[in-house]
C-alpha cells in the first residue's frame, strides 16, 4: 500500500509529492474548465480544439 506521499493522483491538485520529482499529469475538473458552460474552445498552438458535453453527459474534444 503506498504511503501518503505516493498517492495517484494527489488528494489535492496542487499537492507536490515530498521529495519526488513532480512529473504526474495535473488533474482540472472538468467543472473547472467549463465553469457552467456546455463547450469551451481550447487554443493550443495555431490550432483551436472544442471541448463540450455532449447530452449523455460525456465529454467531446474536436479540433
Request: charge should be neutral.
Amino acid at each position: 500500500m503506498p504511503d501518503d506521499n505516493e498517492r495517484f493522483p494527489p488528494a489535492d491538485p496542487a499537492e507536490k509529492p515530498l521529495g519526488k520529482s513532480d512529473d504526474r499529469p495535473r488533474m482540472v475538473s472538468s467543472s473547472d474548465l467549463l465553469c457552467g458552460r456546455r463547450e469551451v474552445w481550447i487554443q493550443h498552438g495555431d490550432a483551436v480544439y472544442r471541448l463540450r458535453v455532449t447530452s449523455a453527459d460525456k465529454l467531446y474534444l474536436t479540433k
